[in-house]
Nanobody
Framework: QVRLVESGGGLVQAGGSLRLSCVASGRTFSSYIMGWFRQAPGKEREFVAAISRSGGSTRYADSVKGRFTISRDNAKNTGYLQMNSLKPEDTAVYYC?????????????????WGQGTQVTVSS
């Protein structure tokens, strides 16, 4: 089991930046693929980004490619999502998640453990 706690959300103007953090406790963080998802009001939870166990490979949704960067520091049991050039349509609750799958997956069903979420609001 691994427990995930996100932080770093907030209110930012369009074009601004935020960095989300996800601190893991419990089972070894480096044994999981890590992903970030988001859910806007009235919409389904959607994939944002994923990073391999070593941090050497990443995967992004087309909607955030070139603006968001996922990273991890296994020594600190922490994952990050750097979000730049934010747009109002990025407004959502952002969740980090841990997956035991062999490869990075965009489907939420591939992730076994979830954080409680952190709100990101981008004003126009």
């Amino acid at each position: 089991q691994v427990r995930l706690v996100e932080s770093g959300g907030g209110l930012v103007q369009a074009g601004g930046s935020l960095r989300l953090s996800c601190v893991a406790s419990g089972r070894t963080f480096s044994s999981y693929i890590m992903g970030w998802f988001r859910q806007a009001p009235g919409k389904e939870r959607e994939f944002v980004a994923a990073i391999s166990r070593s941090g050497g490979s990443t995967r992004y949704a087309d909607s955030v490619k070139g603006r968001f960067t996922i990273s991890r520091d296994n020594a600190k049991n922490t994952g990050y999502l750097q979000m730049n050039s934010l747009k109002p349509e990025d407004t959502a609750v952002y969740y980090c998640a841990a997956s035991s799958w062999a490869t990075m997956q965009p489907a939420a069903t591939a992730y076994d453990h979830w954080g409680q979420g952190t709100q990101v609001t981008v004003s126009s």
